[in-house]
């Protein structure tokens, strides 16, 4: 039995297959739309979500499966004291598969040791969140057509944004990955990822304004200032509209670079770069659902 916990847990030749699974997908739905039949997906989630768990049901809806789940610790037997651990012994005579997010770093990979279905991590706290990436990089190799070569920009909470490491450390397994970090001092990117970079020879750069690399960017990746993560609201305050990206900062951008983010967006791109081409957050959401497909069926061995 196979789980995901981690971008890693896939090799590269493995995820070729998981994008090509995708990318079939999209081209051909009702292909797969009766290959879940009889089976069931629990979505279990500690911590709010819109579209990683809304995307989870539909994946598995597309497949003809079905889906049950909680969206709310407060809703769950959690409010009464019960441990992962246990939930996901229980959760396993119900389901098949199970995707789980958690504010608590680690929480669904002790789910992941007592289960008996495969155990999906959908977001555990600053640390991980795996999915996010497979759509990530599913959304770059359809529309750029490979995932090697590019310098990259993430910009914004680099420090508490899951999506951000679980990224960076699935990008430095291809050819050519440059970095550049944007975000201000107190919201850099974790000291052990830079460390990483550096003991790999993986070049990258740490910039405080936008300005000061957008002509070099092919991707950038933008992201929220997570009101959540912080200890102090004085701090979010003061941040959270750090960066705002409007059409005046892409004047200076590369014609074909591509804006990501995992959504939701709060202040950090105004509505007005939505419908320039390289803005490319609304099809990522899209991509997400193709690769929870591929993912459900690979992690529950059905072949079509
Ligand atoms: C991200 C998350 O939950 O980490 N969103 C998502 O899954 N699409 C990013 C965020 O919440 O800012």
């Given at each position: 039995?196979?789980?995901?916990?981690?971008?890693?847990?896939?090799?590269?030749?493995?995820?070729?297959?998981?994008?090509?699974?995708?990318?079939?997908?999209?081209?051909?739905?009702?292909?797969?739309?009766?290959?879940?039949?009889?089976?069931?997906?629990?979505?279990?989630?500690?911590?709010?979500?819109?579209?990683?768990?809304?995307?989870?049901?539909?994946?598995?809806?597309?497949?003809?499966?079905?889906?049950?789940?909680?969206?709310?610790?407060?809703?769950?037997?959690?409010?009464?004291?019960?441990?992962?651990?246990?939930?996901?012994?229980?959760?396993?005579?119900?389901?098949?598969?199970?995707?789980?997010?958690?504010?608590?770093?680690?929480?669904?990979?002790?789910?992941?040791?007592?289960?008996?279905?495969?155990?999906?991590?959908?977001?555990?706290?600053?640390?991980?969140?795996?999915?996010?990436?497979?759509?990530?990089?599913?959304?770059?190799?359809?529309?750029?057509g490979r995932l090697?070569?590019?310098?990259?920009?993430?910009?914004?909470?680099?420090?508490?944004?899951r999506t951000v490491?679980?990224?960076?450390?699935?990008?430095?397994?291809?050819?050519?990955?440059?970095?550049?970090?944007?975000?201000?001092?107190?919201?850099?990117?974790?000291?052990?990822?830079?460390?990483?970079?550096?003991?790999?020879?993986?070049?990258?750069r740490e910039v405080?304004?936008?300005?000061?690399?957008?002509?070099?960017?092919?991707?950038?990746?933008?992201?929220?200032?997570?009101?959540?993560?912080?200890?102090?609201?004085?701090?979010?305050?003061?941040?959270?509209?750090?960066?705002?990206?409007?059409?005046?900062?892409?004047?200076?951008?590369?014609?074909?670079?591509?804006?990501?983010?995992?959504?939701?967006?709060?202040?950090?791109?105004?509505?007005?770069?939505?419908?320039?081409?390289?803005?490319?957050?609304?099809?990522?959401?899209?991509?997400?659902?193709?690769?929870?497909?591929?993912?459900?069926?690979?992690?529950?061995?059905?072949?079509?």
């Amino acid at each position: 039995m196979r789980h995901l916990m981690n971008p890693l847990d896939f090799s590269v030749e493995e995820l070729d297959k998981l994008f090509d699974l995708a990318n079939n997908i999209e081209a051909n739905p009702a292909k797969y739309a009766h290959a879940c039949e009889g089976k069931k997906l629990a979505t279990c989630f500690y911590e709010p979500s819109t579209r990683t768990r809304l995307s989870f049901e539909a994946a598995m809806l597309n497949l003809g499966g079905q889906v049950l789940g909680f969206s709310d610790a407060a809703s769950s037997s959690a409010s009464k004291g019960e441990s992962v651990s246990d939930t996901i012994r229980i959760i396993s005579c119900y389901a098949d598969i199970c995707a789980m997010r958690h504010p608590k770093e680690g929480a669904p990979m002790v789910a992941a040791e007592r289960s008996g279905i495969p155990v999906i991590n959908a977001g555990d706290g600053g640390h991980q969140h795996p999915t996010q990436t497979l759509t990530d990089l599913l959304t770059i190799r359809s529309l750029k057509g490979r995932l090697g070569g590019f310098t990259v920009g993430l910009c914004g909470d680099l420090k508490f944004g899951r999506t951000v490491h679980s990224l960076i450390n699935a990008l430095i397994r291809y050819d050519d990955i440059h970095f550049i970090f944007i975000s201000p001092p107190e919201l850099k990117v974790p000291d052990y990822i830079t460390d990483m970079l550096t003991e790999r020879g993986i070049i990258y750069r740490e910039v405080i304004r936008l300005e000061d690399c957008m002509p070099d960017l092919d991707l950038l990746y933008m992201t929220r200032v997570q009101r959540e993560r912080f200890f102090n609201e004085e701090d979010y305050v003061r941040l959270k509209d750090f960066y705002i990206l409007d059409k005046a900062k892409l004047s200076d951008a590369k014609s074909d670079m591509l804006i990501l983010h995992p959504l939701p967006r709060v202040n950090e791109i105004s509505i007005e770069v939505d419908d320039d081409p390289r803005a490319v957050y609304f099809k990522q959401a899209q991509y997400g659902v193709y690769v929870r497909m591929a993912l459900i069926l690979t992690l529950l061995g059905i072949d079509v």
